[in-house]
């Protein structure tokens, strides 16, 4: 089954309209949470990692938060340049397993 | 991508071919991965490695091998390519054993 889901799929934006997206789990005992931006034809670059509920990560316009069962990636006032697959990945705290969503693919339109 | 590089980054091969597939790192990082990237599938961990000559197996390794016979270099080896690997394939390194804290390039292998 589903380790990781992540949604929407697919997220258009206006300029400056701030937004959410998800990433959901039911791998049991979480050793951490990551969040990667990835642009077409590249590999991921790493944004956060998160490792116990409540915990809250920021960076420019993102703010990452965590709770049991999932995350949320907060993008406020994107710009253009914020236009990229943003991928979520969960780690168990048993075994070397990682399990990574599909991706959330957001287009940021000036 | 500075510190980790992939070769090559693309290649066509035939069914039933071996490939071989080099991930360099000079960052001096522990932790290496392989991963494979398809559409509807997300990423997906093929082996890692926790150090010289030590590896494992992840979600998907069947029809790969690894070997990792000094730090910076860890081989992902098709002994007989099949169509259903081709794929973007991801190295990453991390010095902790999280999720690959940083990602190659990417090699995208088409197998005919």
């Known amino acids: 089954e589903d380790q990781v889901t992540q949604s929407p799929e697919a997220l258009r934006l206006q300029e400056g309209e701030s937004s959410s997206l998800n990433c959901s789990y039911t791998v049991s005992g979480l050793r951490g949470l990551f969040w990667y931006r990835q642009d077409p034809g590249k590999g991921?670059?790493?944004?956060?990692?998160?490792y116990s509920a409540g915990e809250e990560?920021?960076?420019?316009?993102?703010?990452?938060?965590?709770?049991?069962?999932?995350?949320?990636?907060?993008?406020?006032?994107?710009?253009?340049?914020?236009?990229?697959?943003?991928?979520?990945?969960v780690r168990q705290n048993?075994?070397?397993?990682?399990?990574?969503?599909?991706?959330?693919?957001?287009?940021?339109?000036? | 991508d500075a510190g980790i590089t992939q070769s090559p980054r693309h290649k066509v091969t035939e069914t039933g071919?071996?490939?071989?597939?080099?991930?360099?790192?000079?960052?001096?990082?522990?932790?290496?991965?392989?991963?494979?990237?398809?559409?509807?599938?997300?990423?997906?961990?093929?082996?890692y490695s926790y150090g010289v000559k030590d590896t494992d197996k992840g979600e998907v390794s069947d029809g790969y091998s690894v070997s990792r016979s000094k730090t910076e270099d860890f081989?992902?080896?098709?002994?007989?390519?099949?169509?259903?690997?081709?794929?973007?394939?991801?190295?990453?390194?991390?010095?902790?054993?999280?999720?690959?804290?940083?990602?190659?390039p990417g090699t995208r292998l088409t197998v005919l």
């Open chain 1, 57 to 89: 990560k920021e960076k420019e316009r993102l703010k990452a938060t965590l709770t049991k069962k999932e995350s949320f990636l907060h993008i406020t006032a994107p710009k253009p340049e914020d236009s990229a697959t943003y991928l979520c990945a």
């Open chain 2, 17 to 47: 071919t071996p490939v071989t597939l080099r991930c360099h790192q000079t960052e001096n990082h522990r932790y290496m991965y392989w991963y494979r990237q398809d559409p509807g599938h997300g990423l997906r961990l093929i082996h």
């Open chain 2, 75 to 104: 081989l992902l080896t098709l002994e007989s390519a099949t169509s259903s690997q081709t794929s973007v394939y991801f190295c990453a390194i991390s010095e902790e054993g999280g999720a690959g804290g940083d990602f190659g």
């Open chain 1, 44 to 50: 991921p670059e790493f944004l956060f990692t998160l």
């Open chain 1, 94 to 110: 048993t075994g070397n397993q990682f399990y990574f969503g599909t991706g959330t693919s957001l287009t940021v339109i000036p």
